[in-house]
Nanobody
Framework: QVQLVESGGGLVQAGGSLRLSCAPSGRTFSISSYTMGWFRQAPGKEREFVASAISWSGAITYYADSVKGRFTISRDNAKNTVDLQMNSLKPEDTAVYYC?????????????????WGQGTQVTVSS
């Protein structure tokens, strides 16, 4: 069973930065064949798309309008990790952030094509 593990969450003041990282726990799972995505879920709300990087190259990326220009997704296939750099954080960015992997390249701004998920890491932005 593949398990993705997120790290880097925490408490930060508005305007600050955090960097989240995600890596698979199994040695045989390679992210290079997967589209990697980040999602978030705030209390009482549905899980929403944040960013994704298409498989192997990572050159094709997608962002939610709410984070465009502030967040950057990057993948290092050699290290088998995918990061989310979050700058200019706002209180409305507060949520549990999830890493996910999808074998598809289409529809990757929704949760539907993702087959592997992490447990999530809490990000809290204080005003």
């Amino acid at each position: 069973q593949v398990q993705l593990v997120e790290s880097g969450g925490g408490l930060v003041q508005a305007g600050g930065s955090l960097r989240l990282s995600c890596a698979p726990s199994g040695r045989t799972f390679s992210i290079s064949s997967y589209t990697m995505g980040w999602f978030r879920q705030a209390p009482g709300k549905e899980r929403e798309f944040v960013a994704s990087a298409i498989s192997w190259s990572g050159a094709i990326t997608y962002y939610a309008d709410s984070v465009k220009g502030r967040f950057t997704i990057s993948r290092d296939n050699a290290k088998n990790t995918v990061d989310l750099q979050m700058n200019s954080l706002k209180p409305e960015d507060t949520a549990v952030y999830y890493c996910a992997a999808s074998p598809y390249r289409e529809g990757v701004t929704t949760t539907r094509p993702y087959v592997y998920w992490g447990q999530g890491t809490q990000v809290t932005v204080s005003s």
